[in-house]
């Protein structure tokens, strides 16, 4: 049957049921651009999605030159041919005429076109000085989630080897440090443990912090279709708003936003009360099961309940849920991440799982998600705070064997101290040690905390900003040299989803203008720079995707994350293959810790572990001593009140977050009419309650304030819990004539106008999502409505009049579900 729909007004489209351990039955979701029939199209390109961190597989459709439309692939594990409304539409982006075509420099204040010899030059004449005047520690490198697997290599190694500075990270700081670090202190190393196939096995799917029906919509239709078929999952949901996903929980707990650890405690108490545990797991594969037990001892569903303001008797029916079950599937994201005691709680998740023995099988899984797209390979490739392939920094025979890859002393890689994280990185240029920071992929001046703050850091005179983008963002608008870059669709490489899945993603059509892939403007500027391994030839020697893959291949070898077996061949013209693939493992490896926990014996693991309080690292002498055999490490930690609790001034808890519609600062997302249509605007969520005691309705304009700053928006009243504010933090200010640019001191509309500087002990993650706020009232709506979108977890309450949100004509998707008439995709053709 083929249908066509609305992706706008049905974002997750129409149902394809299926049973318990039974095959996700294909839908294939095609949009191509008004006038343009299938057989219109010249050419379908191999690729997959770079709006979030599913990985959904699509064919880009290409004629005349032009991107028009795109389609899922039918072949690939991941979606089965489904696409989410950013697949859908956000491709339109690339064709925006205000892509960057040349490069920018600036005179005179002012930013002006120039040529890349001009950028270039003045990139690397500034890079020579600062190593000759103040040396590798004044150059810093901020990278993203969203580039490919072989640009973040070949970035790591320049950075890392070539200029030998330690001041290199990404945004996954801002994303998925807690999952990689929460890994890293219980199995010893990172690595996702399950499989989105364990959904389809699962008795009872919990989602914590995890707005999943949003954020990754795909697996949210997996989901939607086994609750519709045979013996359909139970559902348990940690969310203080009401997201699609809670309205189809069985229990929703919405706690008072930043107590997860007392909630986890909690549940982890009843487990262990009623012996819902397997001690025989526990026995072969963990150390730390008594402390655990001694610290939730005292962990009722009273004493969490009065922490959460959320009914006892929930969390023993959670309790009960969770623990009963043999098949437990777990994902863990932001609403655990970026708060105070992140890693502290994502690791009470790996507990539950290991004292119920619920991992390495069929619907017995654990996703510490991932956000973006990438982020996987900013992680693995060390882009990020570590060294490449999971390497341990403080283990002096991984430096020797990644100093052997690259052929250079071990002294050359910086390892005197941890790879310095990405908020550290903007204390030292904001005092002044590092001078010189190159931004590719991200967009801090709308997407750090505290905005007013990192404004004043980016503008500074004493610091040469080079920012790396398709767009003249807010960040590129404070930079010293903007280099326009190629994106998905002009380029070619790999990248690897939340469940390790890794895709090819070929250039389908020409970047505009003088705009250069971000693989080919890191080797030009390792060439310029003239960086040598210690027997003089180029370090970098690779010269294009496909050859900087397998100089990564080499890197990965006998690591977590191997990707030796793979290459692009193999993966042209198929599904995408889950790392580790070895010659072992030709096709690839569902789920980690199938016969026991492998990476964290003390001389393999990526460290030695910190403390969950202070995150003080323990050291090799007291990790071996723990964990001498590398068995899983169950890890307790007790709830901490929060940094920031509300006050009399500020009397409610604001988080931010995200919509299905958009993506982060809106670069692609606000350029797709569809999409942009749909949430135009920010946006305040309030309380049926909140809002009632303080006579406020939809659409009033409100203010939200709190010590760092102030934005406005329209009030949406809808069933988020009472006490909370939500904010999408979506919306900067380059679209607003009022906004708040770098001079402005009317209130703009960027959420992280209001957000504090202040991480997560551990991972070193923003606390995006537990702040105090004030709210205020501007202007009543007289009869305006807000521009949230009424399909989502900003759903109005009954009665609103808010006319339902709807793409129209230019929204529509054809979704063919007959399997005769599925597109059977090869490779590009
Ligand atoms: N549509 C869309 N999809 C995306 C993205 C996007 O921008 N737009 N971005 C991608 C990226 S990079 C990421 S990281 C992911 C993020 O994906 P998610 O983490 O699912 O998204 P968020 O909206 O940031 O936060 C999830 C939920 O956390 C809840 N929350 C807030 N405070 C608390 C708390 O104290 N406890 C608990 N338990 N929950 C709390 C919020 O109510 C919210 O519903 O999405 C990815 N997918
Ligand atoms: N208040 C609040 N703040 C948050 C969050 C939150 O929940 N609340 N979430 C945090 C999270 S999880 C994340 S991941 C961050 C995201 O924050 P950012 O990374 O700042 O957001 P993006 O808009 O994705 O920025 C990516 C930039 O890269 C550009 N770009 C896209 N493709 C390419 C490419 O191929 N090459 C190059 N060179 N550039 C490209 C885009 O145009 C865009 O400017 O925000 C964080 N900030
Ligand atoms: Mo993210």
């Not at 929703?252 to 107590?259: D, E, M, N, W």
């Not at 050359?412 to 904001?430: D, G, K, S, V």
């Not at 390792?526 to 890197?555: H, I, N, Q, Y």
Request: proline share 7%; aromatic share 6%; hydrophobic share 35%.
């Amino acid at each position: 049957m083929d249908a066509s729909v609305d992706r706008i007004a049905q974002p997750w489209g129409g149902r394809t049921p299926y049973a318990r351990h039974g095959q996700w039955p294909t839908r294939v979701d095609t949009h191509l651009a008004e006038g343009v029939a299938a057989d219109d199209v010249e050419r379908w390109v191999q690729s997959a999605s770079i709006l979030h961190s599913d990985g959904d597989a699509m064919d880009i459709a290409v004629r005349d030159g032009r991107i028009v439309g795109v389609r899922g692939r039918a072949i690939d594990r991941v979606n089965r041919g489904r696409l989410g409304p950013k697949d859908l539409y956000a491709w339109q982006a690339n064709a925006s005429p205000d892509r960057l075509t040349r490069p920018l420099v600036r005179e005179g204040g002012r930013l002006v076109e120039s040529d890349w010899e001009t950028a270039m030059g003045r990139i690397v004449s500034r890079s020579r000085g600062l190593l000759d005047e103040r040396g590798p520690g004044s150059i810093g490198f901020y990278t993203s989630g969203q580039l490919f697997l072989e640009e973040y290599y070949t970035l790591a190694v320049l950075a890392r080897a070539g200029i030998g500075t330690n001041h290199l990270d990404g945004n996954t700081r801002l994303c998925t440090s807690t999952a990689a670090e929460a890994l890293k202190e219980s199995f010893g190393c990172d690595g996702q443990p399950g499989t989105y196939d364990d959904i389809d096995h699962a008795d009872v799917i919990a989602l914590f912090g995890h707005n999943l029906a949003e954020t990754q919509p795909v697996q949210w239709m997996r989901i939607l279709d086994r609750l519709e078929g045979a013996d359909p999952p139970r559902l348990v949901c940690v969310d203080p708003r009401p997201t699609r996903v809670a309205r189809r929980s069985t229990v929703h707990l919405a706690p008072r936003i930043g107590t997860n650890v007392a909630l986890l405690n909690a549940l982890l108490h009843e487990t262990i009360r009623h012996d819902r545990v397997d001690h025989a797991y526990i026995e072969a594969h963990t150390v730390g099961f008594e402390e655990l037990a001694d610290r939730v001892k005292d962990c009722t569903a009273e004493w969490a309940s009065a922490i959460c303001d959320v009914p006892a008797r929930l969390i023993t029916e959670a309790a009960e849920v969770v623990g009963t079950t043999d098949r437990l599937l777990s994902t863990v994201l932001q609403g655990v991440y970026q708060s105070h005691q992140a890693t502290a709680a994502a690791v009470q998740i790996n507990n539950l799982h290991l004292i119920r023995g619920m991992l390495g099988r069929p619907g017995a899984g654990l996703l510490q998600m991932n956000g973006q797209p990438t982020a996987q390979n900013t992680r693995e490739c060390g882009a990020n705070g570590d060294l490449p392939g999971f390497r341990n920094w403080e283990n002096d025979q991984h430096v020797a064997e990644l100093a052997k890859v690259w052929n250079v002393e071990p002294t050359t890689i910086p390892h005197y101290a941890p790879p310095t994280h990405a908020m550290q990185m903007f204390r030292y240029a904001e005092q002044g040690s590092i001078r010189m920071l190159w931004i590719s992929g991200t967009n801090p001046a709308v997407s750090l905390p505290e905005l007013s703050r990192i404004r004043s850091i980016l503008s500074q005179d004493r610091l040469f900003t080079v920012v790396q983008d398709l767009f003249l963002t807010e960040t590129a608008q404070l930079a010293d040299v903007v280099l326009p870059a190629a994106t998905w669709g002009e380029k070619t490489g790999t990248f690897t989803n939340a469940d390790r899945t890794v895709h090819l993603s070929d250039k389908a059509v020409e970047p505009p203008g003088e705009a250069r892939p971000d693989l080919d403007i890191f080797l030009d500027y390792a060439a310029r720079m003239d960086f040598r391994d210690k027997d003089g030839a180029p370090l970098v020697s690779w010269t294009g995707p496909e050859s900087a893959f397998e100089a990564w291949k080499r890197c990965s070898a006998g690591r977590p994350c191997d990707y030796t077996g793979l290459t692009y061949g193999r993966l042209r013209g198929a599904s995408g293959i889950q790392w580790p693939c070895t010659e072992d493992a030709p096709d690839g490896t569902p789920r980690l810790y199938t016969e026991g926990i492998s990476w964290a014996h003390p001389d393999d693991c990526e460290n030695y572990g910190k403390d969950l309080l202070t995150g003080a690292s323990s050291g090799v002498v007291e990790y071996r001593s723990l964990n001498p055999d590398g068995k899983a490490m169950i890890k307790a930690a007790g709830f901490m009140p929060l940094h920031e609790a509300p006050s009399q001034d500020h009397p409610f808890q604001l988080t931010t977050g995200r919509t299905v519609y958009h993506f982060h600062t809106r670069t692609k997302t606000a350029r797709a009419p569809q999409l942009n249509a749909a949430a135009p605007e920010v946006w305040v969520e309030i309380s049926e309650a909140d809002a009632a005691a303080r006579e406020l309705e939809e659409g009033d304009l409100v203010e939200v304030s709190t010590p760092r700053g102030a934005l406005r928006g329209r009030l949406r009243v809808t069933g988020l819990r009472q006490g909370a504010l939500f904010v999408p933090f979506h919306y900067g200010y380059w679209d607003t004539p009022a906004g708040y640019g770098p001079d402005a001191t009317t209130p703009g509309r960027a959420a992280n106008e209001t957000t504090v500087t202040d991480w997560d002990p551990a991972s070193k993650q923003p606390l995006f999502k537990t702040a105090a706020a004030a709210l205020t009232l501007v202007a009543k709506g007289g009869g305006q409505h807000s521009p949230a979108p009424t399909t989502t977890a900003s759903e109005p309450g009954p009665g609103s009049g808010v006319p339902a949100t709807e793409g129209g004509p230019d929204a529509r998707v054809l979704q063919t579900t007959d399997e005769n008439r599925v597109p059977q995709e090869g490779g590009s053709r």
